[in-house]
T-cell receptor
Framework: EDQVTQSPEALRLQEGESSSLNCSYT??????LFWYRQDPGKGPEFLFT???AGEEKEKERLKATLTKKESFLHITAPKPEDSATYLC??????????????FGKGTKLSVKP | GAGVSQSPRYKVAKRGQDVALRCDPI?????LFWYQQALGQGPEFLTY????????KSGLPSDRFFAERPEGSVSTLKIQRTQQEDSAVYLC?????????????????FGAGTRLSVL
């Protein structure tokens, strides 16, 4: 069964304190791994997509990496505005040709000034 | 429109009532998805449309849930005889492609969701 596990569930950082969020996955065939950011009362906002082991992508203070078993979201020198829930999802072979996303439960990040 | 639009943003229903939730996808997006997000959880897949065809409804929790996209654009998720366990945020997402290809065309863009509370 396809499964996505994120850790930690919650993370509190001081402004400027770098850290990493983990997403481990078990899927029959990875067709893509996605990172989203979700603010309270809003829908998930797309951050990155990764397709193959060794791939990396960066955007401002965020960097996503992918191995055959897990992905990391590295946050460098975070700011309070980075506070949000970060969701990881894998694209599976669903009905039809598109497939659907299987999400982890998310990591709630709080960055204190 | 610029993004995925969902309405209403909030819906309060008495147990046993029927509700209808609307999704306006990004113009030109072929694929449309519905997800259910319980408090403190990640979204869970409900159903998928490619244009007007519902190709996957494996995530619908019961036969009280019904979705349609008759003209291949706007979609409606209907829940009949609502129960307290139906309380959740219902998210709609759309993506440009019909088939999964390597690259960014597989990105699913989400609306803000409809928060359903069943009393």
């Amino acid at each position: 069964e396809d499964q996505v596990t994120q850790s930690p569930e919650a993370l509190r950082l001081q402004e400027g304190e770098s850290s990493s969020l983990n997403c481990s996955y078990t899927v029959s065939g990875l067709r893509g791994l996605f990172w989203y950011r979700q603010d309270p009362g809003k829908g998930p906002e797309f951050l990155f997509t990764l397709y193959s082991a060794g791939e990396e992508k960066e955007k401002e203070r965020l960097k996503a990496t992918l191995t055959k078993k897990e992905s990391f979201l590295h946050i460098t020198a975070p700011k309070p505005e980075d506070s949000a829930t970060y969701l990881c999802a894998v694209l599976t072979q669903g009905g039809g040709s598109q497939g659907n996303l299987i999400f982890g439960k998310g990591t709630k990040l709080s960055v204190k000034p | 429109g610029a993004g995925v639009s969902q309405s209403p943003r909030y819906k309060v229903a008495k147990r046993g009532q029927d509700v209808a939730l609307r999704c306006d996808p990004i113009s030109g997006h072929v694929s449309l998805f519905w997800y259910q997000q319980a408090l403190g959880q990640g979204p869970e897949f409900l159903t998928y449309f490619q244009n007007e065809a519902q190709l996957d409804k494996s995530g619908l929790p019961s036969d009280r849930f019904f979705a349609e996209r008759p003209e291949g654009s706007v979609s409606t998720l209907k829940i009949q005889r609502t129960q307290q366990e139906d309380s959740a945020v219902y998210l709609c997402a759309s993506s440009k492609r019909a088939r999964v290809v390597q690259g960014d065309k597989n990105i699913q863009y989400f609306g803000a969701g409809t928060r359903l509370s069943v009393l």
